[in-house]
């Protein structure tokens, strides 16, 4: 009953929206002659994430989504994790409810999609070593430019763990016109959001800056989480500096970032307290918490030679220090108790492109290298136990794009990929009455791996086109799968196919359409009852369904909705592939209901899923579907924007990750409001 309440008022409410807006014309011209543009359409879109060079949409052999500042700046949602979920193929798999401990799905990676979907700032690498999710908490939503979604293989330009697909969040690197803006809000949870960014050009360069802090004491009992976050970006252009005949352009480029946070960890809830509106904020733990430090820097130079091509280098470190203490006791001095990962991250990566011809073919040609190290040690004083890993990996690939006929390109990609390793485990033993740390055997493991994709798309007319695509892919074990695995661990390989249409009416709507499967040959998976990382010894296979729509029927509202069919399976077997939905969808609106007035909402629906350690079928509850609707009001007076907004509106009672029937409910309906100043 309640169901239906919901679908009929959601129903009345998009009808009273669409009747409100009025009989607009989209196709009326602006007053000097000139058609709107088309923000919201995507297939002219330029983007660089799918093959490293800049290209549309339209020639791109994949399903791709570009998220931009207007769509982040006007989304109900307040966290980043939550804005990604309403893409289509996009599913959320969050502990707590905010942007820490947040892990996204692309194309029913299940409970490793932590590894198998790559997450990037500004072509860094947020993906950690070892089995911890990208942390979007790290990342300044103010100063995101837009966010670009691949979905499908990427080892060919990205290498190891570009399985699901790439989400490539690009920053702002300060516009010409100098512009600070600064942010408060307050809601449920006594949540404070405080937010200072700014930016602009002198001469060449270019800079951006960026201040947070972020504080909540959270839906559930020691749920709390603080951060603190400040960034600065440079862009200098150089080339009135060099000599015009040989070079055409050359830039600099420098990002660094900090992070520093605390978090509590107020662990799972009994499946028999998930539906008690008071149990399922309780906690379990209430003196486990965990901090994190985190600083990143990338640099870049890009020379462009003109008929010679254009090079790029880049260089970048992260430092990540990690403290925790999970299982707290008090016959113990926290000390004694508090756990500490190390990470220390190099990486580097060359690309160089050039446009040729041959015979009647227009051609774009890339060659790359890319280049990582990891010096990583885990101290895990529950489990008196430290890990100590240094991991390389080193690839070269090429791509090549060609426009066979005027409507017809074709692309070819192929890496060659080397991965070494150097592991050991230690154990704390007690030496009359002292602890004391015992070293382990060294042990090494290399991999050599390749990967090559073709592709092709076909412009039927200006407004459509259909594309197809067939890669193979890879994924080197991570380091803590290494530390706990069988003897003979070894790389999954797989292969994707892609196929889809992409269509736009006039000014008025685009719709995207793709089938897709792939397989995954040796899939790595972590045996909850042995307790150990081995490969499946069944081929899994997802394949599905994945459609877009965007409408502008009038000037004052756009419309969109996505819906996604998934089949994550063993091959040759009825057993699902555990946290991954058979049915998924979103859509929302953004109404202008008066020139300075926006109303933005937003619903998802997720379909049931296996819970995570489910590996069976026949072990644990599934984990029940859900709705959740968003709502979010704001009012633009000059330079102020005031903003008032709900989540969860009608109070829903869901998970979206459990394990062995240990939930991690989310927040039910919230509430927050705050005031933007832009200057």
Partial sequence: MGGHLIQKSIFYFLLAVLLAAGPSNAEDDNADGRPPKETRFEMQEVVVTATRMKDEIRNVPRNVTVITAEDIAQAPSNYLPDILSRQVGVNLQSLYGTDKQAVLDLRGMGQNASSNVLVMVDGFRLNTPDLAAPDFSTLPIDEIERIEIVRGAGSVVYGSGAVGGVINIITNKGRKKPSAHLYTSYGSYDTFDGRASGGGQYKNLRASANASYYDTNGYRDNGLLRKKDAGIRLGYDASQYVNSDTFDAVTFSFDAGYHHDKQGFPGGVPIDDINSSRRRRKTTSPHDEGKTTEGRLRGGVETDFGPWGVLKINGGLRNRSNDFILGYTPLKSRSDQTSHINDHTLVSDLGYAKEYSLGPTQNTFQFGTDYSYTDYVSKRMDQNERKNSKTESLGFFFTNQTQLLKDLSANIGYRYNIFKGQFRNDEQK?????????????????????????GAVYDMREDTSVFASFATRFRSPNVDEFALAEDNLKPQKGKHFNAGLRYRFKRLAEVTLTFFQMEIKDEIQFDPVLRINSNYKNTTRRRGLETALKLHPFKTLYLWGNYTYMDARF?????????????SGSFGLEWRIVEPLLLGFTGTLVGERHDGNDIDNNSFAKLDAYQVYDAKLSYTWKKFKLFTGVNNIFDESYSTVAFSESYFPMPTRNYYGGIQWSF
Avoid: E, M, Q, Y
């Fill in 430 to 454: 007690n030496f009359n009455g002292s602890s004391r740390w015992v070293n382990g055997k060294k042990f090494h493991r290399n991999f050599d791996d390749n990967a090559f994709d073709v």
């Fill in 571 to 583: 091959k040759n077997k009825d057993i699902r592939i555990p946290l991954v939905p058979h049915h």
